[in-house]
């Protein structure tokens, strides 16, 4: 089993549609991390959390929030999809100092 | 100027040939430096930390500079299986936020 799953691992939505993406993982890392990736630009972090209720802005938070109920969990939310908003979305985990571990990734593209 | 910057390549060499990437980072204080290693439209994977003395892991071989503010990549023997995009991360802070690049593609021909 993959030590940090991502759901769904694709999704095709309508603009103004809400979308829920969800990452788990079975590490028990405190920190969790949301990122997307478009061609030419690079990873770059959305949300994070240090511990469970924490939650931080990261560089490209508009348009996007998240959720920390639990360690293991940790969820993004699109409230109105916007065509922008198309990319590949990773959720990753790590302890403090340690490098990040990815999930395999959700590919989402809204219409 | 971009906080971390790589030639996007791609770099096509033959089976094994030698490759070097660098990576220039723009913040002095940066901290933690890493490459990751990804494949088409997968998960990017830890291949591995850079420390300020250097370091080695079989075939590849990292390297720090923290004058010139780069990071090094060295691959010898290269395998097709090295064909991927390595991307040079950087934590800035020491906050466990990290800056990727946006990766140096590398194809291995036979």
């Known amino acids: 089993d993959a030590d940090v799953t991502q759901t769904p691992r694709n999704r095709i939505t309508k603009t103004g549609k809400r979308i829920m993406l969800e990452c788990s993982q079975t590490?028990?890392?405190?920190?969790m991390y949301w990122y997307r990736q478009d061609p030419g630009l690079g990873l770059r972090l959305i949300y994070y959390?240090?511990?469970?209720?924490?939650?931080n802005k990261g560089e490209i938070s508009d348009g996007y929030s998240v959720s920390r109920q639990a360690q293991a969990k940790f969820s993004l939310s699109l409230e109105s999809a916007i065509p922008n908003q198309t990319a590949l979305y990773f959720c990753?985990?790590?302890?403090?100092?340690?490098?990040?571990?990815f999930g395999d990734g959700t590919r989402l593209s809204i219409l | 100027r971009k906080e971390v910057e790589q030639d996007p390549g791609p770099f096509n060499v033959p089976e094994g040939a030698t490759v070097a990437f660098n990576c220039t980072y723009s913040?002095?204080?940066?901290?933690?430096f890493f490459w990751y290693r990804q494949d088409c439209r997968k998960e990017p994977k830890l291949l591995m930390s850079?420390?300020?003395s250097g370091n080695e892991d079989g075939r590849f071989t990292a390297q720090l500079n923290r004058a010139s503010q780069y990071i090094s990549l060295l691959i010898r023997d290269s395998k097709l299986s090295d064909s991927a995009t390595y991307l040079c991360?950087?934590?800035?802070?020491?906050?466990?936020?990290?800056?990727f690049g946006t990766g140096t593609r590398l194809q291995v021909f036979p």
């Open positions: 990753a985990t790590s302890e403090g100092g340690q490098p990040q571990h």
């Open positions: 590490k028990g890392h405190d920190r």
């Open positions: 959390s240090f511990d469970v209720k924490d939650i």
């Open positions: 913040n002095s204080a940066s901290q933690s």
């Open positions: 850079v420390y300020s």
């Open positions: 991360v950087v934590n800035p802070w020491n906050t466990d936020k990290l800056i």
